[in-house]
């Protein structure tokens, strides 16, 4: 029996046991989330296309806080920038846990995630650039296809892919978190209109002091969310959109100890159950009587070609360019097409597709309402598409999972995921 070459990598090769417990905790957050997400999100449509439409948009426009400091927001405009900021805030801890602590401290591993997530940026967007081109429209929402939303991604793989192999899970996450990582840069560069300078500079003091008190242990939320606060005020006045205060405020946040573990146990369940949905319920509602002209709008079809073919080819192209040129090859226990699949999955945009098109065309515009519309059809499309494959490949894995544990020959042993590998393949 030859052994494997040692000397080259496996791509989606699993983890050390300590990090897969903590992403299959953080996993089950994300799925429930995703379930939250896509109820809002049924529900925000359904009100918004009923006799009572106008009292959606109502609730969406009412305006509630302090004008002397620029608070006087409305309500789907405190979703975005309020609530998303602590989003954000989660993604800047899981950032800075994946590149200190996580798989992608070892660039070996990281290789994967990062060119996957930037070619399933820049494909998508270059298939968005390219419906303009050809239909005369609006290159300023090139971005709107680029971003994965994790919560809906990992609620559909939880629902068709119950036999998947965890790797897939976990890769898809790291994948997310790049993605983020991407798309908060294409925001803060991008989709920052005028800049208040005083405000920025003014915004570094309270960033500080917090990033100081963490270090130094102190706890008391009597002391952190005040300058939490003062933070994310100063950026959303500075010009600059407020999630990247949640961005910078969780990078802030040390590693080293269990700090950052207790900040995220606290605040993803926030996260996902509440703020991500309450966006979805405040951004999805749109009315399908505008249905015809959004599918004729350039900006729509380009949304839905870079979610559903952009993604796809550039997840899958980029990881399939790492073992090409790495000579790298897949985990024994995996096929090129659970990568099809999970790359079809990554097509699966909302949260960050839907602010990007807000900051692209503002809110409640026309266009802003055929973003949607594209969003969410190509969000479906790519799901199902996912789901046929995965599912599939679901089955098959069933069935060799059944025919281990039928196996009574005792050459079947548990490995520490809890599943069980023939020792035939090692």
């Known amino acids: 029996m030859s052994l494997p070459n040692p000397q080259r990598p496996r791509l989606f090769s ?7 417990r903590r992403v299959a905790a953080l996993l089950r957050h994300e799925t429930i989330g995703g379930a939250l997400l896509l109820t809002a999100a049924v529900i925000a449509i359904a009100w918004a296309n009923t006799p009572w439409r106008k009292t959606y948009s109502d609730l969406q426009h009412a ?11 409305s309500l789907s405009h405190w979703a975005s920038d309020g609530l998303l900021a602590v989003f954000f805030f989660v993604v800047g801890l899981e950032l800075k846990h994946e590149f200190l602590r996580g798989d992608l401290r070892d660039r070996r591993k990281a290789v994967v995630p990062v060119v996957a997530a930037a070619s399933g940026v820049a494909v998508p967007a270059l298939f968005y650039a390219v419906v303009q081109a050809f239909g005369a429209g609006a290159l300023r929402g090139w971005a709107i296809p680029t971003a994965t939303d994790i919560a809906f991604a990992l609620a559909v793989l939880a629902v068709i892919g119950t036999h998947l192999p965890s790797a897939l899970r976990s890769f898809l996450l790291t994948l997310a978190v790049v993605d983020d990582l991407i798309a908060i840069t294409i925001i803060a560069f991008f989709y920052t209109g005028s800049l208040n300078l005083v405000a920025l500079l003014a915004a570094v003091v309270p960033l500080v002091a917090f990033a100081v008190l963490m270090r130094r242990g102190v706890r008391s939320p009597w ?13 959303l006045n500075s010009g600059i959109h407020a999630t990247i205060a949640g961005v910078l405020l969780g990078l802030a946040v040390p590693v080293q100890d269990d700090r950052a573990h207790h900040l995220e146990h606290r605040m993803r369940p926030l996260s996902a159950g509440v703020c991500v949905p309450v966006f979805a319920f405040f951004s999805a509602g749109v009315a399908v009587t505008g249905f015809s002209d959004a599918v004729r709008d350039p900006v729509t079809l380009g949304i839905v070609a870079g979610l559903v073919l952009g993604k796809a080819v550039g997840v899958l192209g980029g990881t399939y360019a790492v073992a090409r040129f790495t000579r790298a090859r897949l985990d024994d226990d995996l096929a090129w097409w659970d990568v099809v699949g999970l790359s079809l999955l990554a097509g699966i945009g909302f949260t960050v597709s839907l602010l990007i098109g807000e900051l692209a065309f503002g809110d ?4 802003d309402q055929h973003v949607k519309i594209g969003v969410l059809l190509g969000s479906l499309v790519s799901a199902l598409l996912a789901a ?13 999972h059944e025919r281990e544990i039928r196996d009574d020959d005792g050459d079947g042993v548990p490995d520490c995921y809890g599943t069980r590998v023939e020792e035939t393949r090692r």
Request: proline fraction near 6%.
């Open 223 to 235: 002391v952190l969310v005040p300058l939490a606060l003062l933070t994310w005020v100063l950026v």
């Open 63 to 73: 305006h509630v806080g302090p004008s002397s400091i620029g608070l006087h927001l």
């Open 388 to 400: 046929a494959v995965l599912r599939a490949r679901s089955r098959i894995y069933r069935a060799l």
């Open 364 to 367: 409640g515009s026309v266009r």
């Open 14 to 20: 699993r983890g050390e046991w300590p990090e897969a």
